[in-house]
C-alpha cells in the first residue's frame, strides 16, 4: 500500500511518541516521524515510539530527500513557525497532498490574537486542510483564526494512562501540593512557593513539592515546608502524582498544559490559574480552584480552599477529575489522527 501519512513534532518528548505510536497502528500503515529534540533530555522517545525518529534542526529548512524519504499524501505539520516542518508542508502541498496542522495555541481573547487573526486567515488558513488542536480552548481559537469548525480536530496531546492513573483515595494520601514544570518565570514556580510559605502557618500538617528544572530554582524561598526537587522522568512521575492531594500550576501562560492532564489521570485536586489552556477540558467546580496568574492574595486564598475540603468534596474531585481526565491520551489522539486521515485522503 502506498504511504499516506507522515507525522512532525517539535521538540519530541516522550508521551508524544507514545501517542504517534498509537496514531501509526490505528492508521495501519509505517508513517515516518520527523521530529526535532527537546529542549529537556527526554529519555525513551524512540523506545515509546516503536521505531528512529528522523531528527532534524527546526529552525533548518530541509526537504523529503534529504530524509531519505518519499513525499507523503497527507501530512501533519507541527506548527507554522518551524522552518523544517513548513518546508516539509510546502513540498507536500507542491506534490498535491493535504496538510493538517498540529496547533497548541489557546484562546486568550487578547489583542495579539485580535491583531493576528486577519494575518492567519490570510496567510496561514489556506494552506490548511483541517487542524488538530489539544481541546476546547484551541477549537475555540481555531474557529477565530477561520478553520470551519467541521475540520477542527481534538486529542493533540494527553498523557498515557499506563503511567498515570488513578491511586489511593485522597483522603489516605499524604497532605501535599505537587508542582511539576520548568523553574521559569513563566511558570509561576516562585509566586506559588511564596503564596504557599505565607499560609503555611495555617497548614502545619501541609507540604509544598516542586519538581523541576531552571535557573529559578535558587529563587524558590527556603521553608520547612517546601521541598524543591530536580527533573523527573515520566516513569517516576505518576507514582508521585498519586502521593499528592492536590496539583498546582500557576503559570503565567500555558498553551495547554499536558502536567494538568497527567494530574487529573491520577486523582489529584487542581489548583490553576486561569491561562491554562487546558482547563476547560479538566477543571471543573468541583475539582479545582483557579485564580488570576501571580496575583498572590488570590492563590492564597486558592490554596486554603482546596485545603480545607471536607472528606465527601475530597471523593467527589478525585471522581471528578479521572472522568473528566478520561476524554484525552493516545487513543483519542489515534482517532482524531484516523479521522483526519480518512477525511483528506
Known amino acids: 500500500m502506498p504511504l499516506s501519512a507522515?507525522?512532525?513534532?517539535?521538540?519530541?518528548?516522550?508521551?508524544?511518541?507514545?501517542?504517534?505510536?498509537?496514531?501509526?497502528?490505528?492508521?495501519?500503515?509505517?508513517?515516518?516521524?520527523?521530529?526535532?529534540?527537546?529542549?529537556?533530555?527526554?529519555?525513551?522517545?524512540?523506545?515509546?515510539?516503536?521505531?528512529?525518529?528522523?531528527?532534524?534542526?527546526?529552525?533548518?529548512?530541509?526537504?523529503?530527500?534529504?530524509?531519505?524519504?518519499p513525499v507523503p499524501k497527507i501530512f501533519f505539520q507541527s506548527g507554522w513557525a518551524y522552518p523544517a516542518f513548513n518546508s516539509?508542508?510546502?513540498?507536500?502541498?507542491?506534490?498535491?497532498?493535504?496538510?493538517?496542522?498540529?496547533?497548541?495555541?489557546?484562546?486568550?481573547?487578547?489583542?495579539?490574537?485580535?491583531?493576528?487573526?486577519?494575518?492567519?486567515?490570510?496567510?496561514?488558513?489556506?494552506?490548511?486542510?483541517?487542524?488538530?488542536?489539544?481541546?476546547?480552548?484551541?477549537?475555540?481559537?481555531?474557529?477565530?483564526?477561520?478553520?470551519?469548525?467541521?475540520?477542527?480536530?481534538?486529542g493533540m496531546y494527553g498523557a498515557d494512562p499506563r503511567l498515570f492513573f488513578n491511586g489511593p483515595p485522597l483522603t489516605e494520601r499524604p497532605k501535599r501540593i505537587i508542582f511539576v514544570g520548568q523553574y521559569i518565570e513563566r511558570k509561576g514556580c516562585v509566586p506559588l512557593a511564596r503564596a504557599f510559605a505565607s499560609v503555611a502557618h495555617l497548614l502545619p500538617d501541609w507540604e509544598l513539592n516542586m519538581y523541576g528544572s531552571g535557573p529559578l530554582q535558587s529563587a524558590i524561598p527556603s521553608h520547612s515546608q517546601i521541598k524543591v526537587h530536580g527533573f523527573i522522568q515520566p516513569e517516576q512521575l505518576g507514582a508521585l502524582y498519586r502521593e499528592a492531594r492536590i496539583f498546582a500550576l500557576p503559570s503565567r501562560s500555558e498553551a495547554w498544559g499536558l502536567v494538568v492532564h497527567e494530574a487529573a489521570l491520577s486523582g489529584c485536586q487542581l489548583l490553576l490559574s486561569d491561562a491554562i489552556g487546558a482547563a476547560p477540558d479538566f477543571a471543573s467546580l468541583a475539582n479545582s480552584a483557579t485564580f488570576r496568574p501571580c496575583n498572590l492574595a488570590r492563590m492564597r486564598s486558592a490554596i486554603l480552599s482546596l485545603t480545607g475540603v471536607s472528606d465527601q468534596r475530597l471523593a467527589q474531585a478525585q471522581a471528578e477529575s479521572v472522568t473528566m481526565a478520561a476524554s484525552h491520551g493516545p487513543n483519542r489522539f489515534a482517532q482524531a489522527t484516523r479521522a483526519i486521515v480518512e477525511r483528506l485522503i
Open 6 to 69: 507522515a507525522f512532525s513534532w517539535n521538540g519530541l518528548p516522550q508521551y508524544a511518541a507514545r501517542q504517534l505510536a498509537a496514531a501509526i497502528a490505528a492508521i495501519g500503515q509505517d508513517c515516518p516521524v520527523v521530529g526535532s529534540r527537546a529542549e529537556v533530555p527526554i529519555q525513551g522517545v524512540e523506545a515509546a515510539l516503536g521505531r528512529p525518529v528522523n531528527w532534524v534542526e527546526a529552525s533548518h529548512r530541509t526537504n523529503w530527500a534529504k530524509l531519505g524519504l
Open 88 to 154: 516539509l508542508g510546502d513540498e507536500v502541498r507542491a506534490a498535491g497532498g493535504k496538510v493538517c496542522l498540529l496547533m497548541d495555541n489557546n484562546w486568550r481573547g487578547d489583542f495579539r490574537q485580535w491583531l493576528g487573526a486577519p494575518w492567519f486567515r490570510v496567510f496561514q488558513r489556506p494552506k490548511f486542510e483541517a487542524v488538530l488542536v489539544p481541546g476546547k480552548s484551541g477549537r475555540r481559537l481555531a474557529r477565530w483564526y477561520g478553520m470551519p469548525d467541521e475540520r477542527i480536530f481534538e
